[in-house]
């Protein structure tokens, strides 16, 4: 209830989710790269899969060839040949 009403707020007021709640950025370019921001740590690192914990979920990008490029305590750019990207509770 508390968490839904800070998202309420933070709505109403239409200020930044990732700033204010700590919500995970995912941008995708193409089918080649991702790029992660307000991640906590990485959970699971395979050629074919990653798994990235964040505040509110996991996220598991899958394909072929994956590997993190870079990674700092804000940022994570992953690249290779992505299929799928999904969101685990």
């Not at 839904?4 to 941008?27: F, I, Q, R, W, Y």
């Not at 899969?49 to 060839?65: A, D, M, Y």
């Not at 940022?75 to 299929?83: L, R």
């Amino acid at each position: 209830m508390k968490r839904n009403s800070k998202e309420k707020l933070v709505n109403s007021l239409e200020l930044p989710k990732d700033l204010m709640l700590g919500a995970a950025v995912v941008t995708v370019t193409g089918r080649s790269e991702v790029l992660i921001s307000n991640y906590k740590g990485i959970l699971e690192y395979e050629d074919s899969f990653i798994r990235v914990q964040t505040k509110n979920c996991r996220i598991l990008i899958s394909g072929s060839h994956l590997a993190i490029d870079y990674y700092t305590n804000e940022e994570m750019k992953i690249t290779g040949f992505i299929q799928n990207i999904g969101y685990e509770n």
